[in-house]
């Protein structure tokens, strides 16, 4: 298995990678890049755990609105991003997970 190195939020990661799916990794690191990015920049929130725990949401949350796909079909890296959700709706998102989590980020 093949290691890349990326970064998301500035933070450098080495992540392992099956050979020939270098594309399909760097672009799945480069939504959720963007996805922990634009909720930072919100400034709604800062802590990383918590961007991220949401990132994840946001972006299986997007997921679960595609229609679904053959299995062997595949998303070519050019196709645009979907639609980000709402600052309503990542406000929502936002208060659900605080209700979840502790303040030391722990679920409930």
């Known amino acids: 298995m093949k290691q890349i190195e990326v970064s998301i939020m500035g933070q450098s990661y080495l992540l392992g990678c099956p050979e020939g799916g270098e594309e399909r990794l760097k672009e799945a690191v480069h939504q959720v890049d963007r996805e922990m990015c634009a909720i930072r920049d919100s400034g709604k929130l800062k802590a990383r755990e918590r961007i991220a725990v949401l990132a994840a949401l946001n972006l299986a ?29 990542i406000d929502n998102l936002i208060s659900r997970l605080d209700q979840a989590l502790d303040s030391d980020g722990h679920l409930i």
């Open 61 to 89: 949350y997007m997921l679960t609105e595609r229609p679904a796909a053959p299995a062997k079909a595949s998303v070519p890296a050019t196709q645009s991003a979907p639609e980000l959700p709402s600052p309503e709706y």
